[in-house]
């Protein structure tokens, strides 16, 4: 299995709204997260290498960093999904939508390991054209290690500065 | 209200496992997220004011540094609380002890905006002599922004590297 994405949602996102410090294409310093889909599969995949700076516990990757990750792979899953719903793919020259957290939880199962490779896969639903639900199993190499759920919101027009 | 925090049991964890990303003191570029006792009350508090480079969608602060803040937060108001439930007080010469993230639930009900002191308020119960439920109110200045709820877990020995 590769493990690059090609193309990614975050990569077409409007200049003005890729800025964000998780996925942000624009950010000189972020952690550049990016989620395309899953092979030809109906899921949705990130891939992340910590650096050696981001541990909670030396030798365990920092918490804040998985929820992070879930976090924007989970708005980027929710983008991908609505955005092939309207009928259109990522790179066919259409903008694809934003959305914002409207909530976030993660289960941790098991310390994740400093040094893997780790994987987000998603699988989301809709349960509201506003508000999709994004289920997230995060792999540190093959070892699920931290599961989530998200409710990602279309980003209202009143977050966007004039 | 003052707005620091004198004694954080952050100040007091063993060295080796104060190198946490989100709240270690020995960590050289991390958020160094400080926990106390808010004033004389049983709630503890953390304070933080994100960097402009800490943001989500221009304007409003980063779901994965709320998510961070609340989880640091989180994990240091169940040791003041559990340190207290020993006999201890932070800096009576005894080590507090040192728990990790079993889950971490976010509400993100107001976009955070940029600029704004952070102020994370908890309230700390147990559900198991290791295992100990922590809810947070996030506020921005004044306004509250986000709420948690998260699960901490005394630290396995296991965690720390021999």
């Known amino acids: 299995m590769k493990e690059y994405i090609e193309k ?3 990569d077409y996102y409007a200049e003005d709204i890729a800025w964000c410090y998780g996925c942000g294409r624009l950010h000189k310093k972020g952690h ?3 989620t395309g889909w899953l092979d030809d599969t109906n899921q949705t995949v990130t891939y992340y290498r910590p650096n050696e700076e981001q541990i909670g516990i030396p030798g365990f990757v920092y918490g804040g960093l998985i ?8 708005m980027g899953s929710a983008a991908l999904v609505l955005h092939r719903k309207n009928g259109h793919e990522i790179g066919d ?3 694809p939508p934003r959305f914002v957290t409207g909530s976030l939880h993660v289960d941790y199962l098991k310390p994740t390991p400093e040094g893997a490779l780790l994987k987000a896969i ?3 639903e809709e349960i509201h054209p506003k508000k999709w639900k994004v289920y997230t199993e995060m792999f540190a190499n093959d070892t699920l290690c931290a599961k989530g759920e998200v409710v990602a919101v279309v980003m209202p027009d009143t977050f966007i500065k004039k």
Chains 1, 2 share one sequence.
């Open 32 to 34: 550049h997260f990016r």
């Open 93 to 95: 020259g259409t903008e």
């Open 8 to 10: 990614a949602v975050q």
């Open 67 to 74: 929820a992070s990750l879930i976090d924007c792979h989970s």
């Open 122 to 124: 998603g699988i989301v």
